[in-house]
């Protein structure tokens, strides 16, 4: 359990977000002419870091604005929030 | 030869208070090079190298743990055993590892105090109705033992649970695998362990892994806390971790790592003589030999690896036991925990060879393992030692994930997520 500072309300408890993966995972531009395996990298695959990771999250009792988060997967800590569209910051 | 463990055993070794037990396994330095190194002491790690030693004539084989072995989810989930999945695949690995459950303690000489206690699950709302209705037809064509009780017979199996109507998720009915049950986790670990050792299986405790060393599309061996250890075949069975060590040979997997919670009450006396589990409100409830209700929550949706989760996740399964059990309202709970679990897209395991030779995951159990330990250990060891799955382990495997034949056990089936 932790706080979450939403870019667009402040902060407010982890509870009332949701969790949307992992961030920057680009949707393919062109679709048809994707592989099964490429399919499968897009789809299923995740870095699954233990560690500091880059996440998209919803404020979904809140604004429900989605934003992305900096976090570190190994003990939860935050490390940056920023809007979707931004730059990701670099450490 | 170990001593046999039995009454006479017991007996004997009460004369002398109990201070001569023969150790249960030796606590050896890694040995330079193995033909098999499985990564992980849990269950699961320790059964594969019961099964490579045991039924696939491999002797030189080290199992390394970063802790202590059965220290991870197999020392922390809730202990229930059961079969009753709606795919045909699923049915026919967990029904395999049910079978061996059956006959474990024997086997091991090991009292792993598994008990068919069966497994009851409830249904809330009509689609339950349907769906574990359809569950347990497909159950019984795959030769699992299921039944569809109504809410009468619900009520007669379980007399503490609140059938009344005018609840917010009334009980319309559930299944019953009366085969299904729990088992002592720590027994597991520790007969596997026993027997593995036996066998002559180094297990190597507080050996962390820290990078595995490829040739091209083979690998070579792994670097550990304890040295360089040299191995053409390396099983991973690390649960939560199983990314981490992708990663390490540079493996993408379809897992995402979430933390799953449990809780247990101060013991009371015999009040639930089963396992009671509702997905709809996800609320899990059976009851240990020593008193305490052992409580399943369900998994947290963000990644994490802190063996922490949250407490909103907590308080809404106790409020769903407490509106199915009004009986256990001033129980007080001892201790909770979290485990991280690995879950697969589809909420089935990964039993595989990869794309790179010698190189073997099981993994993505997600928050159902343990039931399948005996199973998974067995099939796992038939993979590694053939380089060929069994069939029962077949539609297991990591390509899956490509070829898009998925067995998708999310929602579908008895799976609680």
Known sequence: MFIINCPFCGEREQSEFKAGGEAHIVRPKQPTELSDDQWAEYLFMRKNIKGVQFERWNHAHGCRKWFNMVRDTSNDKIKAVYKMGEKPPVE | MKNKYSIFSLIKNAFSYHENWEKAWKDPAPK????????????????????????????????VEKGWIGGGNTGRNTTIIRSNYLWDASAGLYDHALKI???????????????????????????????????????????????????????????????????????????????AGTARHDAVAWGYARGADEMGVDIIQNCEVKGIKRNGDNVEGIETTKGFIKTNKIGVVAAGHSSVIANMAGLK??????????????????????????????????????????????????????????????????????????IFSRMRMLRQWGGIVDICPDASPIISKTSIKGLYFNCGWGTGGFKATPGSGDLFAHTIANDEPHKLNAAFNINRFVSGDLVDEHGAAAVAH
């Open chain 2, 32 to 63: 330079k090079e193995y033909d098999v190194v499985i990564i992980g002491g849990g269950g699961h790690g320790l059964a594969t190298a019961y099964y490579l030693a045991k039924k696939h004539d491999m002797k030189n084989i080290a199992v």
């Open chain 2, 101 to 179: 459950w059956e006959g474990l303690s024997q086997e091991l000489n090991y009292n792993v105090m598994f008990s068919q206690r069966g497994v009851m699950n409830l249904a809330h709302n009509l689609q339950d109705v349907r769906d574990l209705k359809r569950r347990t037809h497909a159950n019984r064509l795959n030769g699992i033992d299921a039944v569809y009780l109504n809410t009468e017979q619900v009520k007669k199996f379980c007399p503490i649970i609140n059938t009344s109507p005018n609840i917010r998720y009334p009980v319309l009915g559930g299944t019953l695998q009366r085969r």
């Open chain 2, 253 to 326: 997997l379809p897992l995402e790592s979430k933390p799953l919670q449990a809780l247990v009450s101060e013991p009371v006396k015999p009040i639930i003589d089963t396992v009671v589990m509702s997905n709809a409100v996800h609320a899990y409830v059976s009851q240990s030999d020593k008193g305490e209700l052992v409580i399943g929550a369900g998994t947290d949706d963000y990644v994490s690896y802190s063996q922490k989760g949250s407490h909103d996740i907590v308080e809404g399964t106790l409020n769903a036991i407490l509106e199915l059990y009004p």
